[in-house]
């Protein structure tokens, strides 16, 4: 079974402070990841995902297969950053194409 | 273009009452998803379809859910009968098909109380 952990539930950072959001995977197979975001009284939607190796809103992520893992990265954070931010994973057949989401971690910028 | 629809935003209902959740998908999209978002949580699929083919109900508690998306546009979620554990937020998102690049826009949501 393909799962997704995001270890922290609360990230405060300061207004132009690096921020680093943590997300590990367990799949067997070849993963598709992605980074969806819900902003305050908004809609979820996606941020990123990792086969686009794209930098959306100066976010990046890599998908690092050794370490199953997915970080979200931002060097210099807004407060317009400040949202809930979930980590999730599409697998490669059957039932694994689903997307699975992790528990999320809302980020708060300070000013 | 006008997004995910979805009606009602708010729901509260007691134990063992039924419900039904109505959305609209993006015009042209041809694979609708129900998601569950429990509070703490993120979302969980229920059910997908393809037009009014169901791809995946493994996760859908068929004892008490079901769906519909009979003309393979608007789609009705109902929960009969509706137990405590089901308070959540239920989310309707469309894509234009099933392929992997295919982007799932998610709707506002309805937010289930069960008391």
């Known amino acids: 079974a393909q799962r997704v952990t995001q270890p922290e539930k609360l990230l405060s950072v300061f207004k132009g402070a690096p921020v680093e959001l943590k997300c590990n995977y367990s799949?067997?197979?070849?993963?598709?990841l992605f980074w969806y975001v819900q902003y305050s009284r908004q809609r979820l939607q996606l941020l990123l995902r990792?086969?686009s190796r794209e930098s959306i809103k100066g976010f990046t992520a890599d998908l690092n297969k050794g370490e199953t893992s997915f970080h979200l990265k931002k060097p210099f954070a807004q407060e317009e950053d400040s949202a809930m931010y979930y980590c999730?994973?599409?697998?490669?057949?059957?039932?694994?194409?689903?997307?699975?989401f992790g528990s999320g971690t809302q980020l708060t910028v300070l000013p | 273009e006008a997004g995910v629809a979805q009606s009602p935003r708010y729901k509260i209902i007691e134990k063992r009452q039924s419900v039904a959740f109505w959305c609209n998908p993006i015009?042209?999209?041809?694979?609708l998803y129900w998601y569950q978002q429990i509070l703490g949580q993120g979302p969980k699929l229920l059910i997908q379809?393809?037009?009014?083919?169901?791809?995946?109900d493994s996760q859908l508690p068929k004892d008490r859910f079901s769906a519909e998306r009979l003309k393979g546009v608007d789609s009705t979620l109902k929960i009969q009968p509706a137990k405590l554990e089901d308070s959540a937020v239920y989310l309707c998102a469309s894509s234009l098909g099933l392929l992997a690049r295919n982007e799932q826009f998610f709707g506002p949501g309805t937010r289930l109380t069960v008391l």
């Open positions: 379809f393809q037009n009014n083919g169901v791809v995946d």
């Open positions: 015009s042209g999209h041809a694979t």
């Open positions: 990792h086969i």
């Open positions: 799949y067997s197979g070849s993963p598709e």
């Open positions: 999730a994973l599409r697998g490669s057949s059957g039932s694994a194409r689903q997307l699975t």
